[in-house]
């Protein structure tokens, strides 16, 4: 292996470890809204506001896990985040760590870096990409 295939290699393999990690610490805030798990004490109505967001949280994290769709999955999230903060918590202080909002703050942005960089070369979006690449 070169000198310059370790960075690539490096690369990938944190983008990959990145997004399995990311989409599995959201489905927890899914998990918790739509079938009250950890901790939660009751599930949210599924056809409400908090239902919606349980739903793109789980299934979406599922789908980053997966690596599948990931780019506009992951521009869908970081919107659904962009809306938590600005509905939730920037009405009480604009600053994150002082109204509770950098969870949702450091989700957007790292949702929205996803968007623009997609799943990785271990996804179900990289599979299919290597699958369509014509012989060359």
Known sequence: MSGEALPGRLRAVSLNAFRIVFGLMFMQHGAQKLFAAFGRDE?????SQMGLAGFLEFFGGLLVVAGLATRPVAFVLAG???WAYFQAH???GWVPIMNGG???VLYCFAF???AFHGGGGFSVDG???RRMKPDA
């Open 90 to 92: 920037l009405p009480r």
């Open 80 to 82: 659904e985040m962009a």
């Open 127 to 129: 599979l299919l990409a």
């Open 112 to 114: 929205l870096w996803m």
């Open 102 to 104: 950098e969870l949702s």
């Open 43 to 47: 599930a949210v109505q599924l056809f």
